[in-house]
């Protein structure tokens, strides 16, 4: 009967441990507890501003592309429909729009984020015409946050390129 109670206590070392005829059971005290809670709210009180700056990136990335992807939809639409489409930025309103030709039809209208502005550089306003061509060659500066951008309108074919500066 004696070896049965020791390999019983034996099988019950997960739960319970049994010393000289007391049985103590197993846990985690309170001490360690608010430890492991203390580490756990200082790792996710870290955590918010990795996000953040992840987040800025991705927004920074997403207007560049939706700037370039106004573009060639401007360009296309012109070509599509044979007419000229303008660019205008208003700078009053922090948006740039696209038109058609003679109409001033708004086709187009894209209101620009709280952290990007754009400066004008040698291009305050241009067009496609019914080709795909631009009207004139130059730059426009984009500003977001802390870094700046160049978009170059070439000459010739009304092909266009973002840069990093």
Do not use: T, W
């Given at each position: 009967m004696l070896m049965e109670k020791q390999r019983y206590n034996k099988?019950?070392?997960?739960?319970?441990?049994?010393k000289k005829g007391i049985i103590r059971e197993e846990g985690f005290t309170l001490v360690e507890m608010l430890l492991v809670l203390f580490i756990l709210t200082v790792m996710f009180a870290t955590?918010?501003?990795?996000?953040?700056?992840?987040?800025?990136?991705?927004?920074?990335?997403?207007?560049?592309h939706q700037f370039q992807a106004?573009?060639?939809?401007?360009?296309?639409?012109?070509?599509a429909h044979r007419r000229r489409v303008s660019y205008r930025y208003d700078n009053t309103n922090k948006a740039y729009r696209f038109y058609t030709g003679g109409?001033?039809?708004l086709?187009?209208?894209r209101k620009l984020p709280?952290?990007?502005t754009i400066e004008r550089g040698y291009?305050?306003?241009?067009?496609?015409?019914g080709e795909g061509n631009v009207s004139r060659f130059g730059n426009i500066y984009i500003k977001i946050d802390d870094k700046s951008y160049r978009l170059v309108m070439s000459i010739g074919k009304g092909s266009f390129a973002v840069y990093e500066q």
């Open positions: 099988l019950q070392v997960g739960y319970s441990k049994v955590i918010p501003p990795l996000f953040q700056s992840v987040q800025s990136k991705i927004n920074e990335s997403n207007f560049i106004d573009l060639y939809y401007a360009q296309s639409y012109a070509i109409e001033n039809i086709i187009l209208e709280k952290n990007v291009l305050d306003e241009f067009h496609f015409n």
